[in-house]
């Protein structure tokens, strides 16, 4: 069973330029997450999404992050316009029942962002 | 604040050694405690997970033990292998939420 799947692996842009990830969980997970992560540090929870619902958005800088989950499957994180403090590991990750405490996230292997 | 804190940040052993790495939590109500392990270039990937009531989990040569009156969790890992480089993640759920707390991890390098 193929897991979570994250594209671009990296992206490298100047500031200013917009970016956008994209996230495929695995099959059957109707929760997803996106994380960022900066450098030695845990992730830290951006949004959380219950099938197509956005349920959970509160850490999301909303004056320049957005997400979207059409058809509750895939999901794309956009940022627009990137600023030198947004370089850091994306992450994105699904679990299969998200208000069931204790169950696993799954995580994909992250996009690594780099701002210039 | 629910907080978890590792230590050590970053750890130096040779190939063959065992060690313990270390984790102090105050999320309440705890729900569940996991360990993480993240190559280089890869999102983490969970290695054990306890409830309040368990002490000790095993995950081939990773143990993890947990006391959950002291807040107090360790993973130790016995006759390490130069794969067992990675970071390791301590993660805390508390009960009824779905949000993990996550530690800043602890840097292993096994070297030979």
């Known amino acids: 069973e193929a897991g979570v799947v994250q594209s671009p692996r990296y992206k490298i842009i100047e500031k200013k330029q917009p970016v956008a990830f994209w996230c495929n969980p695995i099959s059957g997970h109707n929760t997803l997450y996106w994380y960022r992560q900066n450098l030695g540090q845990g992730p830290e929870l951006l949004i959380r999404?219950?099938?197509?619902?956005?349920?959970?958005d509160s850490q999301l800088p909303k004056d320049r992050f957005s997400a979207e989950r059409l058809k509750g499957v895939d999901s794309t994180l956009k940022i627009q316009p990137a600023e030198l403090g947004d370089s850091a590991v994306y992450l994105c990750?699904?679990?299969?029942?998200?208000?069931?405490?204790?169950?696993?996230?799954?995580f994909g292997p992250g996009t690594r962002l780099t701002v210039l | 604040k629910n907080q978890v804190e590792q230590s050590p940040q970053s750890l130096i052993i040779l190939e063959g050694k065992n060690c313990t790495l270390q984790?102090?939590?105050?999320?309440?109500?705890?729900?569940?405690l996991r360990w993480y392990k993240q190559d280089t270039g890869r999102g983490p990937v969970s290695l054990t997970i306890?409830?309040?009531?368990?002490n000790t989990k095993s995950n081939g040569r990773y143990t993890a033990t947990l006391d959950a009156d002291t807040k107090q969790s360790s993973l130790h890992i016995t006759a390490s292998q130069l794969s067992d480089s990675a970071s390791y993640i301590c993660?805390?759920?508390?009960?009824?939420?779905?949000?993990?707390?996550f530690g800043s991890g602890t840097r292993l390098l096994v070297r030979p």
């Open positions: 999404y219950e099938n197509e619902e956005a349920v959970d």
């Open positions: 306890m409830t309040f009531s368990e």
């Open positions: 984790c102090n939590y105050t999320v309440s109500p705890f729900s569940n």
């Open positions: 990750a699904s679990s299969s029942l998200g208000l069931t405490q204790g169950n696993e996230q799954f």
């Open positions: 993660v805390v759920s508390a009960r009824s939420s779905y949000k993990l707390i």
